[in-house]
C-alpha cells in the first residue's frame, strides 16, 4: 500500500497563475481532507469530503477549491494563487463511521508564490 | 466551536529528561483525542490515541498520554527522551459528535520539541 500519495512535492507559482493539487489514497477511506500548515498556526482545514461527489468547507476555504469524482482522489484547486497561499498543503484521509479512526496524512506539497 | 491548546511552543531537553506536553480543549461532552508527531521534513504520524475506557493511554515509542476529563486535558508524557524524537508534537481533537463535526479534526498550534544529545 501506498497509503497517501500527494503530487507534486514541491512548486512555485507566480501571482495569478492557477494550480491543482493532487491527493491520491488506496486504502479505501470514504473521508479526506486538505489542510495548510503554516508556522505556529499549526493545521488549518480547508476543505473535506465525507465520499465520492460530495464536499464541504472546512476553517479557511476562500481561495481554494476542491473536487471528489473518485473516492480515491481528491484534488485542490487555486485558481488564482496569492503570496498568502504560500504554505505547506497536506492531504490526510480516513475510514468513515467511528470518530475515533485517525486520519492518515500524505508527505505534503510545498507551494511558494510569488 | 472546539479549540485546542498546547501551552508550550518550543521545548528544549537534554537526553534522558523526562517529558511532558500539555493539551487542553475547549468542548466538555464526548470527544476522541489524539497526538500525531511530525519529524523533520515528514507528514504527521499518529502517535496514539484515546476514545474510551482506561484514560491512560500508550502509543509507539514509548509516548503516553492522560485524559483527564474534569481538566478538559490530555497532556502527552515520555519518561527518558532520546535525540531522535526531536519533532513537532500535535494535539488534536474531535468532536463533538454531532451534526457532521465528528469528521474534523482541530489541531493545537503545536509544540517543537528540540532534544539535544
Known amino acids: 500500500n501506498a497509503g497517501v500519495t500527494q503530487t507534486p512535492k514541491f512548486r512555485v507559482l507566480k501571482t495569478g497563475q492557477s494550480m491543482t493539487l493532487l491527493c491520491a489514497q488506496d486504502?479505501?477511506?470514504?473521508?479526506m481532507y486538505w489542510y495548510r500548515q503554516d508556522p505556529g498556526m499549526g493545521l488549518r482545514l480547508i476543505h473535506y469530503?465525507?465520499?465520492?461527489?460530495?464536499?464541504a468547507k472546512g476553517e479557511v476555504p476562500d481561495g481554494y477549491n476542491v473536487s471528489r469524482l473518485k473516492k480515491q482522489n481528491f484534488l485542490l484547486g487555486l485558481e488564482s494563487a496569492a503570496p498568502s497561499q504560500t504554505s505547506v498543503y497536506f492531504c490526510a484521509s480516513r475510514l468513515g463511521g467511528a470518530a475515533y479512526n485517525e486520519q492518515f496524512f500524505g508527505p505534503g506539497t510545498r507551494l511558494t508564490v510569488l | 466551536a472546539q479549540s485546542v491548546s498546547q501551552h508550550n511552543h518550543h521545548v528544549i531537553l537534554s537526553e534522558a529528561a523526562s517529558l511532558e506536553l500539555g493539551c487542553n480543549y475547549s468542548y466538555g461532552g464526548t470527544v476522541n483525542l489524539f497526538w500525531y508527531v511530525q519529524y523533520p521534513g515528514q507528514h504527521l504520524q499518529l502517535l496514539l490515541k484515546?476514545?474510551?475506557?482506561?484514560?491512560l493511554v500508550k502509543g509507539i515509542k514509548g509516548f503516553e498520554a492522560e485524559f483527564i476529563k474534569s481538566k478538559f486535558s490530555f497532556n502527552l508524557r515520555k519518561p527518558s527522551v532520546q535525540w531522535s524524537d526531536t519533532a513537532e508534537y500535535f494535539c488534536?481533537?474531535?468532536?463533538?459528535?454531532?451534526?457532521?463535526?465528528?469528521?474534523?479534526?482541530?489541531f493545537g498550534k503545536g509544540t517543537l520539541l528540540t532534544v539535544n544529545p
Open positions: 484515546y476514545f474510551s475506557g482506561d484514560p
Open positions: 488534536a481533537v474531535n468532536g463533538p459528535n454531532s451534526g457532521g463535526s465528528n469528521y474534523k479534526l482541530t
Open positions: 486504502m479505501n477511506h470514504e473521508y
Open positions: 469530503s465525507v465520499g465520492e461527489g460530495t464536499t
